[in-house]
Each structure stands twice: as structure tokens, then as C-alpha cells.
């Protein structure tokens, strides 16, 4: 293809592997690779297997076939850290020992020294903005490969296989962040802010979308800062050009930003700030195909009328935001330098109800935060009672080296974090109950995923349900005429028939999706 996508039969969490014959020179030719993380990195895997293909390795899902073992880590929490280095250790003392083991992804970037003192064996780490470079990293006798970047992304045509199930995938928009928030250290692992180009972008979707792929997934640290880091450095008064890079400094020199993003509607250029909504006009502008655009990833801070309206308007982008608030209360959120307060949130959440009713929300909650009092944390819950989230993930807060919230005074104990966090997720178990009670006999478009190994039952998921990360619906019975057969990776209309024990939709199929649905 011109992208080059392949694609991997049978894929689940663990990235399966390939059988091509060998075109160059080395002692082996099989693979073996793990991915871990979030869906970034997944991409960032992809492309490297997808060099690794193209450069004629054959893929084993067997460790001990394997004469290439790679694992693309994370590191953003202890915790990811932690899970990495027991695949590492695993991984290690299965190989064979004339096979090569290479460390990549996040976690090198920061932890290069520990990984090779806690694995003296591990042949090469090679940092996440190296990612192309693995085919290089295989024939090297470097320990360590570097980047130009600390982050990669696609620049032009890139061998990539999608490892995703046949019908959908996700394309990455931007790589690093332009924020900084006290507690995070992904400014740190993957640098400053860097977006792809519109026109790449778009083709890239059409490849996909050539494929079978009905459903794109668009990430980035967050969609909503798309574009801001092209701002020219001529116009030093612009609000986007402020700590573009940390110290403000914009690193794409002298380029205008029209020549950057590309056309954009009937002007020449993405002038406006909504260059995310420019952005998905373009993609729908370019195509008449039926299929989802999902938005993983929305700052609320950037969740603006234009891209509201753009939702509610298009039926092609899925009702459905994942928007990281992390807390509630104002001081809090102000030491966690969010750019938003309690009242920011509300409004946000309350025109985003207004406009889209059947708008599903997900969302991140942060509990002990330093400092964070009983009260704060009661603050919270009353926050999740007042303004309901459809999926809410829970996290406790995580010491990370070279945060400014590590070094924080009245850090709070391991057991009370965990004893809030556990609180928080019974609360909102109990509200998400009683609000899908209230979603039976309603008519939803659905997207079969597969079918359950257990029972043989087809599942999907409708707009409201992100792949990997939401609950799914469960086709207990289908009503289709003329023989038709349910088929894995197209749309149909359903009707919602149960809650199920495990919180998934018992759904019903009533027919092929070919119109609007009614109350979508």
C-alpha cells in the first residue's frame, strides 16, 4: 500500500507476530515483541514491526524461537515501570541465548541506566524517538540508539502493520505535550509538542479506510493542542506560542502555519485556534465512506463550540470524549497547573449535555494528590454526584522523579490513597448502574467487534464504547430478514435489551445500519 499497512490476522494485546522470508543479512530471522502501554505506543510498535517486516524478518509468537526480542516499554507510573521490567526479566531468562533483546519505548528514555544495570544481558535500548531506527538497533553493536527526537512520529511514507483487529486502527496525530502539569512526566519522556502534517493525515485515513478499517481512533497527548505547535515566531503575542517548548520557544522556525497543516476548507491555511475541528473537517471533506472518527484524549480546556457543534452536526464522529479532569477542587487543580478550575469543567460539561444529550463521557480522577484533606476528597465525590461521567478511571497519585509534585510537602500515605481510591470506584459503580438501567429498549448504531471464546456470542461495541478500554455489547439475540448474517467489523442497528451482570449491554440486532438511527 502506499502507507505500507499490513495487517496481523488474530491480534490481541500482545502484539502476534509474521512469517516473510529474510531479504538482508543476519545471524536470525524471527521476532518476538511485546507491546505495553497506551495506544501511542502501540503505534510506535507497529511501525517497528512494520520495519522489521518490510527489512524481511519472520515474526514467532514463541520466545524461545525467537532470535529478536523486543519490548517496547512504558514508563510513565512506578507501576508501568514495574510491569515492563517483569516482561523484560521474563522475556530475558526465556530467550535463547543467541538471541538479541531490545528494550525500547518510554521507559529507556528516562531509565536507560537502570534498565542496562538491572540487565546487564539486554543488547540494545533504543529510545521512543528511535522507533524507526529498530532495523539499525538489530545490526548495531551500540548498547545505546537515540533519536532525533524524544518522540517519534510518522513523517512521509513509513512501513507500518496494523496490529489492531481488521476494522479499526488508530492514527496518531501529534506526539509530545505542550502542557505541564506538575504531576506528569510525558513532557519529560516525549518532549515538546509535534503535529502531523493534514494532508498525511488524510491519506493515511483513505489507506485505512481502503482496507476495511470502520472506525479510526485519532490519539495524542491531547487532540485539542493539534496544530499549536506551528504557530510562527513572528507573532510572539500570540496565547499559543506560550510555553510551546517549556520556555516558550517554538522549535519550528520561520514556517508559516499555512504552509505546515496544509489546505483547510476554502481558505488557504488552519488559521483559527480550533485546528482540531479544521482537521476533522478535512478528513470528512475528503470522503463520503461511512465510518467513526473516535477522539481519545480532550483536554477540557480545549473542548471549544466549534468542535461541539462539529460532533453533534457530523454522525461520522462518535459520540464520545475521553477528557482527563483529574480533580475538583481548585487548589488542587491550580498546584497541579491544570489550566482549568472547577467552574471551567462544569460549563464544559454542561454545554457538551446540552448540545449532545447522548453524548458518552469518559473521564480520569486523580486521589492523593499531596495535601489532598478529606474534605478535598469529599469534594470530589460530591463533583462525580453532581456532573454524571459515563467511564471514570481512577488513579492514585504517583511520586514521579523530576516532577514538581514529587517534592511537594504533606504527601499522603500509600494505604489512605488506595482506601480513596477504592471509595471513588464503588461511588461511581453505583451511579453508572442506575444511569445505563435507564438506556433499555433504546435503538443504538453497534460495530461487531468478534465473538466471546466462551459462548460463541458475537460482541461489539456502540459509539459510546472505546475498544480495550469501555464495556461492550453482548448480541443475545438478532432479528435479521432475508438470511442475513451478522458480520464481524460491520455496523448494525440494535436495540438494548439488558444490563448484564459484568455491566455489559445484552443487545439485539434489528437490522443492517443503512439510515439514521432514531435517538442516537
Known amino acids: 500500500s502506499t502507507w505500507g499497512h499490513s495487517r496481523i490476522k488474530g491480534a490481541a494485546k500482545m502484539l502476534p507476530s509474521f512469517v516473510l522470508r529474510c531479504r538482508w543479512s543476519c545471524a536470525g530471522n524471527k521476532v518476538y515483541m511485546r507491546s505495553l502501554g497506551c495506544s501511542r505506543n502501540w503505534v510506535d510498535s507497529e511501525v517497528m514491526l512494520g520495519k522489521m517486516i518490510h527489512a524481511g524478518l519472520e515474526p514467532t509468537n514463541s520466545v524461545t524461537d525467537a ?11 512506578a507501576a508501568a515501570r514495574q510491569e515492563s521490567c517483569d516482561v523484560i526479566d521474563e522475556i530475558n531468562k526465556s530467550r535463547k541465548k543467541s538471541s538479541k533483546l531490545i528494550v525500547a519505548g518510554c521507559m529507556a528514555n528516562l531509565y536507560r541506566d537502570q534498565i542496562l544495570s538491572q540487565f546487564p544481558t539486554v543488547d540494545h535500548v533504543l529510545s521512543s524517538g528511535a522507533v524507526d531506527r529498530i532495523v539499525d538497533a538489530i545490526n548495531s553493536d551500540k548498547k545505546w540508539i537515540e533519536g532525533d527526537a524524544k518522540s517519534y512520529l510518522e513523517q512521509g511514507e513509513v512501513p507500518r502493520a496494523i496490529a489492531t483487529p ?3 486502527a488508530y492514527v496518531k496525530i501529534a506526539e509530545g505535550c505542550r502542557k505541564r502539569c506538575s504531576f506528569c512526566v510525558i513532557p519529560l519522556i516525549k518532549g515538546h509538542l509535534r503535529s502531523k502534517q493534514v494532508d498525511q493525515i488524510t ?3 483513505h489507506s485505512l479506510l481502503s482496507r476495511g478499517v470502520r472506525e479510526i481512533v485519532l490519539i495524542a497527548q491531547d487532540l485539542g493542542d493539534y496544530g499549536k505547535d506551528t504557530i510562527a515566531l513572528n507573532d510572539p503575542n500570540h496565547a499559543d506560542t506560550k510555553g510551546i517548548d517549556g520556555d516558550g520557544t517554538n522549535r519550528i522556525k520561520g514556517v508559516r502555519l499555512s504552509e505546515r497543516l496544509g489546505e483547510s476548507g476554502t481558505e488557504k491555511g488552519i488559521r483559527s485556534k480550533d485546528h482540531l475541528s479544521n482537521l476533522l473537517k478535512s478528513i470528512l471533506a475528503s470522503t463520503d465512506q461511512k465510518f467513526w472518527i473516535r477522539l481519545l484524549y480532550l483536554y ?3 473542548i471549544t463550540d466549534e468542535l461541539i457543534d462539529l460532533i453533534a452536526q457530523e454522525d461520522r464522529i462518535c459520540r464520545y470524549v475521553d477528557m482527563p479532569i483529574q ?7 491550580k498546584s497541579m497547573r491544570r489550566w482549568t478550575n472547577r467552574s471551567d469543567i462544569e460549563h464544559t460539561l454542561q454545554k457538551i449535555r446540552q448540545r449532545i444529550p447522548n453524548m458518552t463521557i469518559r473521564t480520569t480522577l486523580m486521589v ?5 484533606t478529606d474534605l478535598e476528597f469529599e469534594e470530589l465525590l460530591q463533583f462525580v454526584r453532581e456532573n454524571p461521567i459515563d467511564h471514570l478511571g481512577v488513579f492514585a497519585f504517583s511520586p514521579e522523579s523530576g516532577t514538581t509534585a514529587a517534592a511537594l510537602p504533606d504527601q499522603i500515605p500509600e494505604h489512605i490513597k488506595l482506601q480513596r481510591k477504592k471509595k471513588l470506584e464503588k461511588f461511581q459503580e453505583g451511579l453508572v448502574r442506575a444511569r445505563a438501567a435507564r438506556s433499555l429498549g433504546r435503538i443504538v448504531r453497534i460495530l461487531i467487534d468478534g465473538t466471546r471464546t466462551f459462548d460463541g456470542l458475537l460482541v461489539g461495541r456502540h459509539q459510546g464504547q472505546c475498544a480495550d478500554v469501555d464495556n461492550i455489547v453482548v448480541v443475545t439475540k438478532h432479528v435479521l430478514l432475508e438470511g442475513n448474517v451478522v458480520k464481524v467489523g460491520q455496523f448494525y442497528q440494535a436495540r438494548i435489551l439488558e444490563l448484564l451482570p459484568d455491566g455489559n449491554f445484552g443487545v439485539e440486532v434489528i437490522s443492517p445500519d443503512d439510515g439514521p438511527v432514531p435517538n442516537e
Not at 480533580?327 to 487543580?333: E, G
Open 67 to 77: 532470535d529478536v526480542c523486543v519490548v517496547n516499554t512504558c514508563g510513565f507510573l
Open 166 to 168: 481488521k476494522h479499526y
Open 203 to 205: 491519506k493515511e485515513i
Open 300 to 302: 477540557p480546556d480545549e
Open 327 to 333: 480533580h475538583a477542587n481548585n487548589r488542587i487543580l
Open 368 to 372: 492523593g494528590y499531596p495535601g489532598e
